[in-house]
């Protein structure tokens, strides 16, 4: 039993190196998306969202893409870092980086792991360090969810400015079109005698 | 410390066949590592809550079908059109009674979810009164029976309850619970002292069968605590046995007369008969050698049995003092772990749709390598529970410190109580660790979520940005002349920023996590 479950968790960390992590994925990114947006790296072997059971707010999707081999998932986390990729809209870009073997909720246990605990009563000289412990794991998870909130927050405000952006952007833009559109600007290059061509 | 096999399902001892002398009745048995006796209260896979009753007969089929016979327990919901003014306390339950459909039902043994603990409240001469501590630890009580052809609740206990006098359903005596550490001891001091004389003859019959039995039952493998009762049982049976030869070597005397007193006798007496009975011939020379050897076994299960009552004896001066020197266990695998055929569990989705938010813990402060069979047995051995469970992957915002894990319990009642046990006490890990629980809140998952970042082109724009349109539709890498490339570069310093400072949340945390760690005392923690 002990060789299989040995070679069953060697396998499954070759396929952790092989595997790219990429998360800033917008909610409507489906699986087929996915791969459609991958295959230009190499062979997408699977993709496995994960779902987000307890965090009540928006986060964005993350999702675990196997690629045929190590050397295409190293490619993949390159080229995505190194330009901005775009899945299913602009301009927040995905990011990527390497999937780590906790990254799997389906994962084999690691051979010959041995777990031990032990109870602390009220009278255990450790009970009140214990206690502590305890707070201090909902303290940090408590400042967690903070850093998390004010991170969508950033996030919310820089979309809002962006949008502004665009839209300045856009009106500049159809202003230029208009004043083609209606031969203004014809006009104008006519009076100033200069050259100009629509399109 | 409750016996924990390996094996899903085991018989106890036998209580004899049925009238067709197919059907083979037990007194006991063993399923997933936890060993259930007649008259038991156990929990009975159903949905939403389970059912509660208690176990009256257990048997297999010629067809090698594993039965229960259940009288049940009612809750108040369950008969609430019938309380009229009776206003049940809220984990009282109601003994069924009468005759009629409800009150007995045959189950497969697979239904049985777990045990569960029915005090009885009753002010009846009948019924031994519930000790404090007894009460504070039931599951549930029950003072009143329902009669479901009458439909009526009733303080008064009839003789007979579906065929069983209606002791078995009253609290247990002392001596009738032999899984408590402190009557075994008595128990095997009593079986030693006097056992139990069969004065029936047809005990000689099985005699032999039994004793390779009792044999075997010392030799099986199991807990120091578990060979314990069948130890006691053995005694119990092998003074029945010797009673029976000694019989038998009267009737080959030819004295029919049974002397009730035979059993108690000492091991010289009985080897003085032994002796004695070598005189008279042959065939008696035969059963005496017989008996000479059933007695060295039965020397060497009294002298089991004494160690074993040492070790008992020694084991609770232990637990009185395991208030100030805790111990460490190593998690063992729990029995089911490969197959878990007789419970299907849902897969997680549905467990999350179905909203049992009340059966669902979430385990924090895990180590975050854990995997989720892992936290299964972590639970399974420090809280005692059987549920399922999945950790929470590592994702964009999930602290490396920090593993959590969801865990599904079968019923509310031990998602509580474990919630309880993590609240009051600390279940440590030897990394330093502390698990915590709470109640786990769960995202609605029918939500859709907005996407900040996105930017959507209303209609007014269409018409020039019809490029845009059609990049924003596939994956692309953004190009440097366009303003979508500036636009990304402002997200990038974003997550640039995030990233940093997520790490010194982290790290932050993980040097107060030391801090309070390095107080630890114990050189358990490493």
């Given amino acids: 039993m002990g ?22 994925l917008s909610p409507r990114v489906t699986e087929s998306v996915l791969i459609t947006a991958l295959s230009q790296f190499g062979v997408v072997k699977s993709v496995k969202f994960i779902p987000n059971y307890i965090e009540s707010r928006d986060i964005p999707q993350c999702a675990l893409l196997e690629m045929e081999s190590q050397k295409q998932a190293k490619g993949v986390i390159l080229d995505i870092n190194r330009f901005s ?13 390497p999937a780590q073997a906790e990254m799997f909720d389906e994962r084999p246990t690691k051979p010959g792991r041995k777990i031990h605990c032990r109870w602390l009563d009220s009278n255990d000289p450790d009970f009140e360090i214990g206690k502590k412990l305890k707070h201090l794991t909902q303290k940090h998870a408590a400042e967690a969810s903070v850093l998390l909130k004010q991170q969508l927050e950033r996030e919310e405000k820089l979309h809002r400015q962006q949008e502004e952006i665009l839209k300045a952007n856009y009106k500049k833009f159809e202003l230029l079109n208009d004043v083609v559109k209606d031969k203004t600007a014809t006009g104008l290059a006519r009076y100033y005698n200069v050259k100009f061509r629509d399109g | 410390m409750i016996c924990r096999g390996r094996d899903t399902f085991k018989w106890g001892l036998k209580k004899g066949v049925g009238v067709n002398k197919d059907v083979q009745f037990y007194h006991s048995f063993t399923l997933e590592g936890v060993e259930y006796f007649l008259y038991d209260c156990v929990y009975l896979l159903n949905q939403p809550e389970n059912y509660i009753g208690k176990l009256v007969k257990m048997y297999e089929t010629p067809t090698g079908e594993k039965k229960v016979k259940v009288v049940w327990y009612f809750r108040p919901m369950e008969i609430r059109e019938f309380l009229g003014a009776y206003e049940p ?64 609740i009733s303080k008064n206990f009839t003789d007979q309850i579906a065929g069983i006098r209606v002791e078995c359903y009253f609290n ?34 099985v005699k032999g069968s039994k004793f390779n039995r009792n044999i075997q039952v010392v030799k099986c493998e199991g807990s120091k605590f578990y060979r314990s009762i069948q130890v006691a049982k053995v005694l119990a049976e092998s003074k029945k046995a010797i009673a029976g030869t000694h019989q038998q070597g009267f009737i080959s005397n030819g004295n029919t007369r049974l002397n009730p007193k035979t059993g108690n006798d000492t091991n010289a007496q009985v080897d003085h008969k032994a002796k004695k009975l070598r005189l008279s011939g042959d065939y008696l020379a035969q059963n005496a050698s017989n008996l000479q050897s059933h007695l060295k076994k039965k020397v060497l299960c009294r002298n089991k049995g004494d160690k074993i009552t040492e ?11 395991v208030r100030t020197v805790s111990k460490t266990t190593e998690v063992q695998r729990r029995p089911d772990a490969d197959k878990r055929r007789w419970f299907k569990w849902l897969p997680w989705e549905e467990i999350i749709q179905a909203n049992k938010e009340e059966r669902l813990i979430l385990l924090e402060n895990l180590d975050p390598s854990f995997t989720s069979s892992e936290v299964e047995d972590l639970v399974w051995h420090a809280l005692n529970a059987k549920i399922k469970a999945r950790m929470i992957e590592q994702s964009t915002f999930s602290s490396p410190q920090y593993g959590k894990a969801l865990v599904a319990f079968r019923v509310k009642d031990a998602a509580d109580s474990a919630l309880n046990e993590l609240r009051c006490r600390c279940l440590m890990l030897a990394d330093g660790r502390c698990i915590v629980g709470k109640r786990a809140s769960l995202r609605n998952p029918g939500k859709t979520a907005t996407f900040n970042g996105h930017l959507v082109l209303n209609n007014k724009h ?19 002349n366009n303003l979508e490339f500036e636009l990304a570069i ?28 390095r107080q630890l005392q114990s050189s358990f923690f490493t």
């Fill in chain 1, 3 to 24: 060789s299989t479950a040995e070679a069953e968790y060697r396998e499954f960390l070759e396929k952790v190196k092989r595997t790219v992590y990429i998360d800033n």
């Fill in chain 1, 85 to 97: 990729f775009m899945v299913s809209g602009m301009p927040r870009p995905v990011r990527a980086r």
């Fill in chain 2, 89 to 152: 306390r809220w984990n009282e339950l109601f003994l069924a009674s009468g005759e009629g459909d409800g009150v007995t039902n045959i189950n497969l043994v697979d239904a049985i979810v777990q045990k569960c603990s029915v005090i009885c409240t009753s002010n009846d001469k009948r019924n031994p009164q519930p000790s404090e501590e007894e009460l504070r630890m039931a599951d549930y009580i029950f003072s009143c029976t329902f009669d479901v052809e009458k439909m009526t």
């Fill in chain 2, 172 to 205: 247990k005596t002392k001596d009738q619970r032999p899984r408590h550490s402190q009557t075994i001891k008595q128990h095997i001091k009593e079986s030693i002292r006097k056992p139990e004389l069969s004065s029936k003859v047809d005990g000689l019959a």
């Fill in chain 2, 311 to 321: 070790e008992l004896s020694h084991q609770l001066e232990q637990q009185k003092d």
């Fill in chain 2, 462 to 480: 269409r018409r020039i940005s019809e490029d845009m349109r059609k990049a924003v539709s596939t994956s692309h890498f953004s190009q440097a």
């Fill in chain 2, 490 to 517: 402002e997200w990038r310093l974003l997550q640039e920023k995030s990233n940093m400072w997520w790490k010194e949340l982290h790290k932050q945390q993980l040097n107060e996590i030391n801090e309070v760690r």
